[in-house]
């Protein structure tokens, strides 16, 4: 039975940091593109980072680049979300998502992957 897990969420202020981590099971992450997505209260999910095994440099949102960084652990099967430089926007519940498109194209819109997790929120005051 496949199934991902969040944790590390929680409230910080401007300017702070939090990892976010996805540990897997059922499948592992050293295939196709994982991913990371958010949700803002009243807003459209939209994807965050996303990450292609095959070892193309990730890809990332441009409201969070050079703030976050995506990154996995064959070893461990966890994916994680580095968030530094946090901003009140980026408040919302976080989703990992996993077995995604080939190469991570089209993954933006998080139509394309198989599995996701149930969330972990994210608070950031000014």
């Known amino acids: 039975q496949v199934q991902l897990v969040e944790s590390g969420g929680g409230s910080v202020q401007t300017g702070g940091s939090l990892r976010l981590s996805c540990a897997a099971s059922g499948f592992t992450y050293s295939t196709r593109c994982a991913g990371w997505f958010r949700q803002a209260p009243g807003k459209e999910r939209e994807g965050v980072a996303a990450i292609w095994s095959g070892g193309d440099s990730p890809v990332y949102a441009d409201s969070v680049k050079g703030r976050f960084s995506i990154s996995q652990d064959n070893a461990k099967n966890i994916l994680y979300l580095q968030m530094n430089s946090l901003k009140p926007e980026d408040t919302a519940m976080y989703y990992c998502?996993?077995?995604?498109?080939?190469?991570?194209?089209?993954?933006?819109?998080?139509?394309?992957?198989?599995?996701w997790g149930q969330g972990t929120p994210v608070n950031v005051s000014s």
């Open positions: 998502a996993a077995v995604g498109p080939w190469r991570c194209g089209n993954w933006y819109r998080g139509t394309e992957f198989a599995y």
